[in-house]
Nanobody, 125 residues
Framework: QTQLVESGGGLVQPGGSLRLSCAAS????????IGWFRHAPERALEAVSS????????TYTDSVKGRFTISRDNAKNTAYLQMNSLEPEDTALYFC??????????????????WGQGTQVTVSS
């Protein structure tokens, strides 16, 4: 069974850091582009970052550039999102998702075929 499981969310103060993990099972991760998305209350689903299947290319939405870093370890079938300098506006349910590698480096929701259940990130003092 193909599955993505996120972990690492939690409550953190503004300016703090969290590292999210996305563990894949039932799939070979290096066949997929990995994306991170977030959904805050009363806001639309937002693409945060994407990393190519080989890890050599990354892209970020403007609001997280310079603060978030996406990475992957294909040998461990796991992807990560390091989040630094967190702001209250980063509060959301964070999802990882997988798109076929031929999709390239994409932030289009429709390209992603497998999704995790999400991990909550709350930034508050």
């Amino acid at each position: 069974q193909t599955q993505l499981v996120e972990s690492g969310g939690g409550l953190v103060q503004p300016g703090g850091s969290l590292r999210l993990s996305c563990a894949a099972s039932g799939m070979i991760l290096d066949q997929y582009t990995i994306g991170w998305f977030r959904h805050a209350p009363e806001r639309a689903l937002e693409a945060v970052s994407s990393i190519s299947y080989h890890g050599g290319e990354e892209t970020y939405t403007d609001s997280v550039k310079g603060r978030f870093t996406i990475s992957r370890d294909n040998a461990k079938n796991t992807a990560y999102l390091q989040m630094n300098s967190l702001e209250p506006e980063d509060t959301a349910l964070y999802f990882c998702a997988a798109a076929r590698r031929y999709s390239g480096l994409t932030l289009r929701v429709r390209d992603y075929i497998y999704w995790g259940q999400g991990t909550q990130v709350t930034v508050s003092s």
